[in-house]
């Protein structure tokens, strides 16, 4: 991973690279795009989705929660404790991500973070939104198929704001 970010360090000190490795860290870490959102819904006094960054691997686990990792797509990345073998296959995915990212500068490293268990979470995937100068340009919705794990693009035309759904 350090060898792709030097790599990617010196095409940018020759070419013009957008958006930025700089951008692509900071948006991948989820967890300042998050800390973004919660201060919007608190400003506005609108409910907001509570999440925990976990410092450490969990001593106990609960079903009432579901945790995702930084620099991850779609619902990968994302488990919920609803069987021991969620606890192991967490474990599991806990230590790679130390092994694969363990060398990166701290900031840069992914985190993981929990949020309380929806049942629906891991089949609502994500809804891309892509802004070209500042401006909407489209959306794109990603699902992972949990029958060949493969993802399913769907293009939007638009989307509900959250204050038209109350």
């Known amino acids: 991973m350090i060898a792709y970010v030097n790599r990617l360090q010196a095409l940018e000190e020759e070419k013009v690279v957008w958006p930025s490795m700089r951008e692509m860290l900071h948006v991948g870490l989820k967890i300042p795009t998050l800390i973004h959102l919660r201060d919007i819904t608190l ?3 609108e409910p907001c989705l509570s999440f925990q960054v976990l410092r450490d691997f969990p001593l106990h686990f609960s079903q009432n929660v579901f945790v995702k990792r930084g620099y991850s797509d779609c619902s990968l990345h994302a488990i919920d404790f609803q069987t021991p073998e969620k606890q192991q296959e967490f ?5 790679e991500t130390e092994q694969l990212y363990g060398n990166l500068p701290k900031p840069l490293q992914p985190r993981w973070f929990s949020m309380p268990y929806m049942e629906s979470l891991p089949h609502l995937g994500e809804i891309r939104c892509y802004m070209i100068g500042g401006v909407f ?3 794109i919705w990603t699902v992972l198929d949990p029958k060949t794990g493969d993802l399913q693009y769907t293009s939007l035309d638009e989307v509900t704001p959250l204050e038209d759904l109350v």
């Open 43 to 45: 400003e506005k006094k």
């Open 137 to 139: 340009s489209h959306l």
């Open 91 to 95: 474990r599991k995915m806990w230590n």
